[in-house]
């Protein structure tokens, strides 16, 4: 069940950890993120010269991992899936990012997940910013594959 909250209720969230289902990460999305930011390096779209790389196999772009928060936030695309979200935002932009951090590769067949919780909450002109603290974890693995803090504004 998604708790429907207002705004002001946000700050309640704060510290609270959130765990995402598990997503696998396959070539054939590799290959589209690629085809989309015309990222075509060995290491991420050709497993046979991949193979002869320090990974022994194709990885995922950072940046594809990185982009996968907004679908961790909103999971398949359906609010449902959303831990909670606000009811009186007129809109949530994406702000920016305080932070961003690659540490660990992600092989492909892995499956990550984003662990979060909001950090900050401060009023501002338009509405409300909250910042999110993000992990996104690779099963089996000790390190992460990224750390960022996300900034986004509700518009009120």
């Known amino acids: 069940m998604v708790d429907k909250i207002n705004a002001i209720e946000i700050k309640n ?3 609270k950890e959130f765990h995402t289902k598990w997503y696998q990460v396959t070539q054939k999305a590799i290959n589209i993120f690629a085809d989309l930011t015309r990222d075509h390096q060995f290491i991420h779209i050709n497993p046979e010269l ?16 990185l982009s996968m928060l907004g679908f961790f936030t909103l999971q398949d695309g359906k609010q449902e899936s959303m831990q909670f979200y606000v009811k009186d935002a007129k809109s949530i932009i994406n702000y920016g ?9 992600v092989p492909v067949g892995s499956y990550i997940r984003d ?16 910042t999110s603290h993000h992990v996104i974890e690779i099963r089996g693995q000790t390190k ?13």
């Open 13 to 15: 969230y704060i510290g």
């Open 50 to 65: 991949a193979k002869n790389s320090m990974y022994g196999q194709t990885v995922a772009h950072g940046f594809f991992v």
């Open 115 to 130: 662990v979060t919780q909001i950090s900050k909450v401060e009023l501002v002109k338009r509405g409300m910013k909250f």
């Open 144 to 156: 992460p594959a990224v750390i960022a803090d996300w900034i986004n504004l509700l518009i009120l």
């Open 97 to 105: 990012f305080d932070k961003i951090r690659f540490i660990s590769p």
